[in-house]
């Protein structure tokens, strides 16, 4: 099991390179499938936190407008507390299959809203509630990417202005994210100790990443991806059906 969730750690920290976004969304399911959300919830805080901070850096000169991202990041943050409550009343299998309903919305959306365009307006007029739901998906399932992914990639923006933007919202809701698990126990010392792991070996395969998303076509990442979290969330059903 730790061999998988390594080869996930690093496959992740190339997506998030190359693409700007995809950590939570691949190692969240491994996890749950080989451990339990709360673990793999609390395994992703450090590389949510500093990976996110890295790139907010690198791409600082191609940022929305400061008003879009506070209200969207102010609204996750409120939503991961939500999120968060979730996370610790309910049972192991709830939240199991909660993250596979995660899943299967987003890859619904991915396939039926290619051709979807948002105009910077209209995002605007949504993007409160959108980043309330990205934060309650992040607190309770530990991906909030059926929401604020798909809603910035709607917009239809260029790759630096998509990674930077992403990424304040990520450190921002995950600052939120670290007292509230610290508080329910969730995020112990230990867990904080593999997170710390989790964190250097995406940073290690981050650059690789990086040089592969500026020579290859971001739909191949996103077709592997799909591949993989379908056949995940089937074995994550399964499973808890089944146990």
């Not at 190359?18 to 491994?30: D, K, M, N, R, T």
């Not at 590389?47 to 191609?62: A, D, M, T």
């Not at 987003?106 to 980043?131: C, D, E, H």
Request: glycine letters at 8%; hydrophobic letters at 60%.
């Amino acid at each position: 099991m730790l061999l998988i969730a390594l080869f996930t750690l690093l496959a992740a920290g190339i997506v998030k390179g190359a693409i700007g976004s995809g950590v939570p969304v691949l190692v969240v399911p491994v996890l749950t499938m080989l451990y339990d959300v709360k673990l793999a919830i609390a395994v992703l805080v450090a590389p949510n936190l500093f990976s996110n901070i890295v790139q907010i850096w690198q791409y600082r000169h191609h940022l929305l407008p400061a008003r879009f991202l506070i209200a969207f990041s102010l609204a996750g943050a409120i939503g991961i507390l939500v999120g968060t409550w979730g996370l610790v009343v309910l049972s192991p299998e709830l939240l199991s299959l909660g993250v596979a309903g995660a899943i299967i919305i987003y890859l619904f959306i991915k396939i039926t809203n290619r051709q979807l365009a948002l105009s910077y307006a209209t995002a605007s007029r949504i993007v409160i509630p959108v980043g309330l739901l990205g934060g309650i998906l992040q607190g309770a399932a530990g991906m909030s990417a059926p929401a604020s992914i798909t809603f910035l990639n709607a917009m239809r923006l260029e790759r630096p202005v998509f990674i930077a933007s992403i990424s304040v919202f990520f450190v921002a809701i995950t600052c939120v994210q670290i007292p509230a698990l610290l508080s329910t126990g969730i995020l112990t010392m230990q867990r904080s100790l593999f997170s710390i792991v989790a964190l250097l070996v995406i940073l290690l395969t981050m650059p690789l990443g990086s040089r592969l998303g500026k020579r290859l076509p971001h739909h191949w990442f996103d077709n592997l991806i799909m591949l993989l979290l379908a056949g995940i969330s089937l074995k994550i059903i399964a499973d808890t059906l089944l146990a």
